[in-house]
């Protein structure tokens, strides 16, 4: 499996990857692909296809990670891992010295897999997804 920069023509597949990751009112609309593509910064794990991607963005020394995506098939192989380190190192070439993101929590998955990567809990945000559908702010110091 390699990271690498997605790529327009992979924005079908990022599409449905995200569909399957999120519910519709959570997901990112297919047309902002396009934009995140061109704005932002977007990796996707490929290995004969695309299995998942991450998008982040840097301003200044803040690093902010917007999603992280792995289709249902591939999950528990070490692919959001890699994808996150992807995304760290390249977000921390661009000056990023403090990243993160929000996860809700009533995501296990996430939290755990941010945790490993070295995050720290910060602050609860109330329905930030929603009515009751709180998040949990994660940072990440970089030396
Ligand atoms: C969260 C998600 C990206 C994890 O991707 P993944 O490729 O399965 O993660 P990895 O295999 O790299 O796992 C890395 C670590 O994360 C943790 N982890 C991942 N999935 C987990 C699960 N279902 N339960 C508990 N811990 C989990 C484990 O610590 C794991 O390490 P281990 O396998 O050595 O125990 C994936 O489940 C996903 O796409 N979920 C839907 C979208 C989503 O919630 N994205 C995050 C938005 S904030």
Avoid: W
């Amino acid at each position: 499996m390699m990271v690498r920069r997605a790529q327009r023509e992979d924005i079908p597949r990022m599409v449905e990857i995200e569909r399957l990751c999120f519910p519709e009112e959570a997901a990112f609309p297919p047309k902002m692909f396009s934009y995140l593509l061109t704005y932002a910064e977007a990796l996707v794990a490929y290995n004969g296809q695309v299995e998942g991607f991450v998008v982040g963005y840097t301003s200044g020394k803040m690093g902010r990670i917007y999603t992280l995506d792995v289709h249902p098939d591939y999950r528990r192989r070490g692919v959001g891992g890699v994808l996150m380190k992807g995304m760290e190192e390249v977000l921390a070439s661009k000056g990023a010295r403090i990243l993160r993101l929000e996860a809700a929590v009533e995501n296990p998955a996430a939290l755990a897999l941010y945790l490993k990567a070295g995050f720290r809990k910060g602050s609860l945000i109330k329905d930030y997804y929603g009515l009751g559908k709180d998040a949990c702010r994660m940072i990440k110091e970089r030396s």
